[in-house]
């Protein structure tokens, strides 16, 4: 493939020849790469959510606690909230 080809008429870019050209004939490589980062990058920002909610569970399990029974029912809720989390992104599935 050319530069013409990839440019086109007036030097404007033409994305699919670009890609065609990225890929090397494998159609679909650079798509799976970035849809591979997309995935990667919504991984990390689960578990930083799921590091978030284990440490207030974890302040929530203070023994001189005076409130015990609602801190249970407020580990309850922030497990749950962060079970239905991963089950709704589907990432670990």
Not at 5 to 13: K, L, N, Q
Not at 37 to 51: C, G, I, K, T, W
């Amino acid at each position: 493939m050319t530069l013409h080809e990839c440019t086109g008429e007036g030097c404007v870019a033409n994305p699919e020849a670009i890609s065609s050209l990225i890929d090397g004939g494998h159609v679909g490589m650079a798509t799976a790469l970035d849809q591979s980062e997309m995935q990667a990058r919504r991984l990390l920002d689960q578990v930083r959510f799921l590091s978030e909610v284990l440490g207030d569970i974890h302040d929530l399990t203070e023994p001189r606690s005076k409130t015990p029974l609602l801190d249970m029912q407020m580990i309850r809720v922030k497990a749950s909230v962060a079970i239905l989390a991963i089950e709704k992104s589907g990432l670990l599935s």
